[in-house]
């Protein structure tokens, strides 16, 4: 995305130093770090997150829109919407909530959307859907009401 859409916008990440299959990647942790031209990343390690540097980083950049890619994770996705203040938020689930990937921890996933709409955190940002297919998930599972 970063590299699409670049005129007139500047991206900051927040992001773990840890690749999917578990890899720590060799880089400055709790720093902003040029990406390119007009992004900077801010990678986190497990030992050294805290959720206070987290909110006031993101207060920091005034930014417009906080787009959050993902549902489960408690430190990248909840304590952003909960905690900051940005008038705009935009959730990406990326096929989280598809039917195969909510059969996996059935019971844990069913849990966390239960409180998800309990919290309301379904009314605090709009929704980012890749396809027709996720729209309607959306709708099933995070109605705004």
């Known amino acids: 995305m970063v590299e699409q859409f670049h005129e007139k916008i500047s991206y900051k990440i927040f992001c773990s130093n840890t690749d999917l299959n578990g890899t720590v990647l060799s880089v400055p942790v709790n720093n902003w770090v040029k990406y390119n031209e007009n992004t900077q990343v801010w990678y986190t390690s497990k030992n050294k997150r805290s959720i206070t540097l987290l909110k006031k980083e993101i207060k920091n950049s005034k930014a417009d829109i906080l ?41 844990k996933k069913k849990v966390y959307l239960t409180l998800w709409k309990m919290l309301g955190l379904h009314k605090r940002c709009d929704f980012h859907a890749s396809n027709e297919e996720e729209k309607t998930i959306f709708k099933t599972f995070l109605v705004k009401k």
């Open 67 to 107: 787009f959050i890619n993902g549902i489960y994770s408690w430190y990248f996705n909840l304590v952003p919407l909960l905690l900051c203040k940005i008038p705009r938020k935009i959730v990406s689930a990326r096929g989280m909530l598809h039917p195969g990937a909510l059969s996996q921890k059935h019971f």
